[in-house]
């Protein structure tokens, strides 16, 4: 067995090496492409362009190599190559050709070279094409071939530019968040005239029991779905973005059971050992980018009567190291919590690696009526810088003012410091390492004068393959909210464990379904034995449907 995969494996290498050597012999004597605006009929290579896709798609399901598949890509490829050059519409601009030009069924690159346009420039393929020499047009010197701006290369190589600068759109998550470029994206595209349109969403449908004298047991179902639209006139990008959540009726007013969750309110008393459901709007916000130089200058606008502010990470439910685990963080409302405010205004300035913001936002949380929009005050603000050295990194700093976040605080105000970094990478194929570590603090200020001050710290990782993902998180967390009414506000340092996974079973129709779980082991003071018990132990059983992968 292992001498007839050798053999095959040998035979499609063979098979692609020589496809791609007849065709360097081919393409270099290739004339210019047709001018731009030339009407060509359907190309006949449309038919064997489809069937790459369907097998590069295939690959990603199966998240395995198949040395057979890869020798009929290549053939597919190069039979591609040859119908496009016999219908004068394909004239890549470097010797052998670039698969960019044959994908599209024309040479952008080539194009632009041809034409010589001013502030032209080719993909990054055909661009180290030229710098070793394998231009195929004469009379053009290397010193007038340019790297491509962000935008178009990101066009040309099937990556989908931001909403808010010429960065790919996989860095941009929650509100005006960063993560790392080589991040998994879960959303269906679509172009609307001249918009640019994204849809994602998703479902659990869960069982959970969270163990010990307080842990309650339920059965919930948290929802999200999210549309953006973008539009680039020139240097300009106009965006909207809107995002929902049905958990007002499938989590209900209560939340779910969360041992050792503490936040916001249900019938005029503090949630402890729960989570708080989300509001029906989640987001309702437009945004606008300008571009300054041909170097990645962006100066930017975020306007939002339902949004979030530039403070703290990228919220728990958009992270690819968190979006698998259908239960918030116990450090929820020191990383995350402003991710649904109503009244935000954010101005930023960004390069394609460094970005610093500025919100000012309503500090006040939602209230209980999560149907309904709240009150608009714009009493709070927060500053954020955030870097991106390379497309695996992704670190953030940030520091906000909210006045009088929780309702039964009145006049209790809030400093928040966080601190966190992600890391992203692509294993192979459809397989990717999403990781993120983060510190951040809470220091309440009492109308009194008495101050309290919280840490949280967290480290959650997730290895997403087509098949199944496996998942872990550790908190550790200072909570004083356990006990509402105490005294003096007594603090104890909580640790949780955490590890789960899903199973991919089956697609439909763009949806993706799963079925998953995970358990909860925790570390806490021996003087909460009484109240919860000596070792309490949570678990979640789960199925998920969200849209598939990109």
Not at 308 to 321: K, Q, V, Y
Not at 351 to 379: H, Q
Not at 514 to 520: A, E, H, K, L, P
Request: with cysteine; glycine share 12%.
């Amino acid at each position: 067995m292992r001498k007839l995969t050798s053999s095959r494996m040998t035979r499609g290498t063979l098979y692609g090496i020589l496809s791609t050597l007849c065709m360097c012999i081919t393409l270099p004597a290739m004339a210019h492409p047709p001018a731009k605006g030339a009407k060509l009929p359907p190309s006949k290579a449309a038919a064997d362009l489809k069937e790459v896709r369907r097998l590069r798609d295939q690959a990603k399901k199966d998240g395995k190599q198949d040395a057979a598949r890869d020798a009929r890509i290549i053939e597919l490829l190069n039979n591609a190559k040859r119908t496009l050059i016999s219908e004068g519409r394909y004239a890549c601009c470097i010797k052998g050709g670039c698969e960019e030009c044959t994908m599209e069924m024309s040479c952008p690159c080539g194009q632009e070279l041809s034409e010589g346009k001013e502030g032209s420039g080719v993909c990054k393929t055909c661009y180290d094409g030229w710098k070793k020499g394998e231009g195929a047009f004469e009379g053009i010197p290397l010193s007038e071939v340019k790297l491509a701006p962000m935008e178009r290369m990101a066009g040309m190589q099937g990556i989908h530019p931001g909403t808010m600068g010429d960065w790919s759109m996989s860095r941009e998550a929650s509100g005006t968040s960063w993560v790392p470029d080589d991040s998994p994206m879960y959303m269906k595209m679509a172009q609307l005239s001249e918009w640019e349109t994204m849809f994602q969403g998703y479902g659990y449908s869960v069982y959970t029991d969270q163990g010990g004298k307080r842990g309650d047991n339920q059965f919930f179902v948290p929802t999200q779905v999210m549309g953006m639209a973008s539009k680039r006139e020139g240097n300009h990008v106009f965006g909207l973005r809107a995002m929902f959540s049905l958990d007002p009726l499938l989590v209900g007013e209560k939340g779910y059971p969360l041992l050792f969750q503490t936040g916001e309110t249900a019938h005029g008393k503090p949630l402890v050992d729960a989570q708080h459901p989300h509001d029906f709007t989640m987001e309702l916000a437009g945004t606008y980018a300008h571009k300054l130089t041909e170097k990645g200058g962006i100066v930017s606008a975020y306007l939002a009567p339902v949004g979030e502010p530039a403070l703290g990470p990228t919220a728990f439910p958009h992270r690819p190291s968190a979006l698998d685990n259908p239960e918030a963080t116990l450090g929820h409302h020191w990383f995350d919590s402003t991710h649904i405010t109503y009244g935000v205004a954010t101005l930023g300035a960004a390069t394609n690696a460094v970005k610093l913001e500025g919100s000012i936002f309503t500090g006040r949380e939602p209230d209980e009526n999560r149907w309904k929009w709240d009150k608009m005050r714009f009493d709070s603000y927060s500053g954020r810088v955030t870097i991106n050295p390379s497309r695996n990194w992704s670190a953030q700093i940030s520091h906000g003012f909210l006045k009088s976040p929780e309702a039964l605080e009145p006049g209790t105000n809030e400093q928040r410091t966080t601190l966190t970094a992600s890391y992203g990478k692509s294993l192979s194929g459809s397989v990717h390492l999403a990781v993120m570590a983060g510190w951040a603090r809470k220091r309440l200020y009492e109308p009194d004068g008495h101050r309290r001050i919280g840490d949280a710290y967290l480290l959650e990782s997730a290895y997403l393959t087509p098949g199944y993902t496996a998942f872990g998180r550790y908190e550790n967390v200072d909570k004083d909210e356990l006990f509402p009414g105490a005294a003096g506000h007594p603090k104890y340092n909580i640790h949780k464990f955490t590890i789960g996974g899903i199973k991919n079973v089956g697609r439909y129709s763009g949806a993706e379904f799963g079925i998953g779980g995970s358990v909860s082991a925790y570390a806490f003071p021996s003087s909460l034995k009484d109240s919860y018990g000596s070792n309490p132990v949570s678990f979640n059983i789960f199925l998920r449907a969200r849209t598939t992968g990109m």
